[in-house]
């Protein structure tokens, strides 16, 4: 299958695009911004309060008569692009695809050996978000702002968050190979450079705040890259930005004054975070860089935290933390709080978690509401610094391929760090109400992680959806996920190169990943509950139909609460929500009959710990037969604190092949 890597098939169709679109932008943009400014956020009503009340009138009084002047004198050659741009839509592509045309920072072809090199099986990382990048006075109804500011910032917070250092914990213990739930220290990783391994004596406490700033494989900031290479040691195979931590358990679990005294020494000396690169002024309106450099760090820095504490080993083998103490280079943040949330839940198989910052080393990266296009471009900017393979602008436009009207493409967007083989889109033909004015609808994806040493290629299958989000429209969702198994069947059928016979190529995992538009919990969601879906897929945070496991958590935030100080930076939203009163709070809870959704703080009744619209679902069906996948940690993040009105969910695959080491 061709990837699409421009929307039109020849360049005449896109420049005649390009001019139609020229002429409706103004008419546009002036539109966006006069319903904008009579949509105000809860954040610029409180920055009002300390101005007199008579200056915001004003300047709506002498801006609206001449955004109206200009919006009629726009609108002619609005028409004009209209009756352009519309039948050109017939001969667009369903997506772009784009790869990383800087050679020097391309990774995706040195990941694929590390299937090799993983011995009996290697770990994935997929992470989903809703990012509500709608139009300006669009976004303002969910209380969110500056679409464009926003997109870089949730660009630069993503790509940060992911390129940290996966430290890995072994323990020296022969009889405790579990990570203490009591809490987690900070974990400072030495730098490298002339030993392969490197380990510090400690305890474990609670870590959200380990600042980063190292070489990135994916970075495109060659200047930084120069300055880290000689400073960041090589992996080993199979371990990219891979850190060891033994855990030396002789001092019965207490870490001594002068080990705290260095640790906290050494990282103050390693001095401040660089700054971001897109320090411009537009993004500094937005309400999060108040706290830039305030309550949870400076948010240009690659951050680490407890979620890359991936993998826990039995060490047999001690080091001298002295070899270490002068190698820091990470500022550590030790904090006091035990994690309750963590505590509270240890009976599970896998690691789950609240977290302040998307995982370390993540691999697949699913996006919803990415609508407006200039926001898109902005987005796909930054993730190019870590993403090596994105896809973009998924969707229809005007009436093509569907029932009705599109004005707005589907807002998937799909990241990747490993190669994209096969792509493709589905919209759904029975949107209602608001939601059929944009494409929502499917994209299902074929990516290689490896070969095997007989060179059988080694993929996956990720599919990324977004569905109808009208309350009550039980029967639409119902038949958009028998859509979404049909379309999954098809696309594995006619993208697999492979026979029983011959098996040219073997499936490591299936995943779905969106953003569903219903909970678990909600009576009103009882049909989509019983759907087959969760059958053919596993929910890890799921019991079964109408009850989630205990330590799940909602993903639909009060957008009323967003800017409030106590949740606005992501490790204040990740206290706040370890929680049970600061979900309450904070979190969507599903209402009844006898229960107004308004009652902020008064939802201890109801079942659950809040609305979990976002999912992530894995299957072992069709898969290698002699392969098994399990989960290895869950998260719920908070790193797009005031962003965006959803928590992104974040999930690791353990992809094993029974085989033993070589």
């Excluded at 959806?465 to 119902?478: F, N, P, R, S």
């Excluded at 011959?502 to 919990?521: Q, R, S, W, Y």
Aim: glycine share 6%.
């Amino acid at each position: 299958m061709v990837l699409y890597t421009s929307p039109f098939p020849n360049s005449f169709l896109s420049v005649l695009h390009s001019f139609s679109w020229g002429l409706i932008f103004p008419c546009y943009w002036l539109a966006d911004r006069l319903v904008a400014s009579f949509v105000p956020t809860t954040y610029e009503k409180r920055q009002r309060v300390d101005d007199p009340c008579y200056f915001h009138a004003l300047c709506i009084i002498i801006t609206t008569p001449i955004y109206l002047a200009l919006l009629v004198a726009s609108l002619p050659f609005a028409l004009i692009g209209f009756l352009l741009w519309s039948p050109l839509q017939s001969a667009r592509r369903p997506y772009i695809y784009s790869r990383l045309e800087d050679k020097n920072h391309a990774n995706g072809a040195t990941l694929l050996t590390e299937w090799k090199a993983a011995g009996n099986g290697k770990s994935f990382c997929f992470s989903s978000a809703n990012v509500c990048l709608l139009p300006d006075c669009l976004a303002r109804f969910n209380n969110v702002f500056n679409t464009q500011a926003r997109a870089k910032e949730i660009g630069w917070r993503i790509r940060n968050g992911a390129s940290r250092p996966q430290i890995k914990i072994y323990i020296d213990s022969p009889t405790n190979t579990s990570i203490s739930a009591a809490s987690f220290s900070s974990l400072v990783s030495p730098q490298g450079g002339d030993s392969t391994n490197h380990t510090v004596n400690s305890v474990i406490k609670r870590t959200t705040s380990v600042e980063y700033k190292g070489d990135n494989s994916g970075s495109n900031n060659g200047e930084d890259s120069r300055e880290d290479k000689g400073r960041t040691r090589e992996p080993n195979e199979g371990e990219e930005n891979s850190y060891i931590v033994c855990i030396n358990r002789e001092d019965n679990g207490h870490m001594s004054d002068t080990e705290t005294d260095a640790v906290d020494g050494q990282a103050h000396a390693s001095g401040p975070a660089e700054p971001s690169p897109e320090g411009d002024a537009e993004i500094s309106k937005t309400p999060n860089h108040k706290h830039k450099e305030g309550a949870y760090g400076n948010l240009d820095s690659c951050s680490a935290s407890r979620e890359s504490l991936v993998k826990v080993h039995v060490g047999d083998g001690t080091v001298d933390p002295s070899t270490v103490k002068n190698k820091l280079l990470y500022k550590a943040s030790i904090m006091k709080k035990t994690s309750v949330w963590k505590k509270n839940h240890t009976d599970e198989t896998f690691d789950h978690e609240i977290s302040a910052f998307f995982p370390a080393n993540l691999d697949f990266l699913c996006l919803q509401e990415v609508f407006d296009k200039r926001a898109a471009e902005k987005l796909k900017e930054q993730l190019h610094h870590y993403f090596e393979y994105i896809v973009y602008d998924v969707g229809v436009y005007s009436c093509h391929s569907c029932c009705s009207f599109k004005f707005v493409n589907s807002g998937l967007l799909f990241a990747s760090r490993y190669p994209v083989m096969d792509a493709a889109y589905h919209c759904y033909p029975n949107g209602r109400g608001t939601d059929s004015l944009a494409s929502k609808g499917a994209l299902f994806l074929k990516v290689q992680v490896g070969s095997t040493p007989q060179d059988q290629r080694i993929v996956g299958y990720i599919s990324c959806t977004h569905l109808q989000a009208i309350e009550g429209d039980t029967t639409v969702q119902c038949e958009q996920l028998d859509m979404l198994q049909d379309w999954l069947s098809e696309f594995r059928k006619s993208t697999s190169s492979s026979s029983t016979a011959n098996p040219e190529e073997l499936v490591a995992f299936d995943v779905i990943c969106g953003d569903l538009n219903f909970d678990n919990c909600s009576s009103e969601d009882k049909l989509e509950q019983q759907h087959s879906l969760f059958i053919q897929y596993k929910d890890p945070c799921r019991m079964g139909p109408g009850e989630d496991k205990p330590w799940a958590i909602g993903t639909l935030l009060d957008p009323e609460g967003l800017y409030d100080e106590e949740v606005c930076t992501p490790d204040n939203l990740q206290t706040v929500l370890e929680s049970e009163e600061g979900r309450k709070g904070y979190l969507v809870y599903p209402t009844s009959k006898n229960h107004s959704s308004s009652q902020k703080g008064k939802k201890a009744s109801l079942k659950g710990n809040g609305r979990r619209i976002d999912y992530m679902l894995y299957t072992e069906e069709g898969l290698y037969l002699e392969w098994k996948v399990e989960v290895e940690e869950f998260s719920f993040i908070t790193q797009l604190a005031s962003l965006t009105d959803h928590l992104p969910v974040a999930m690791r695959l353990m992809v094993s092949t029974g085989e033993d080491d070589p």
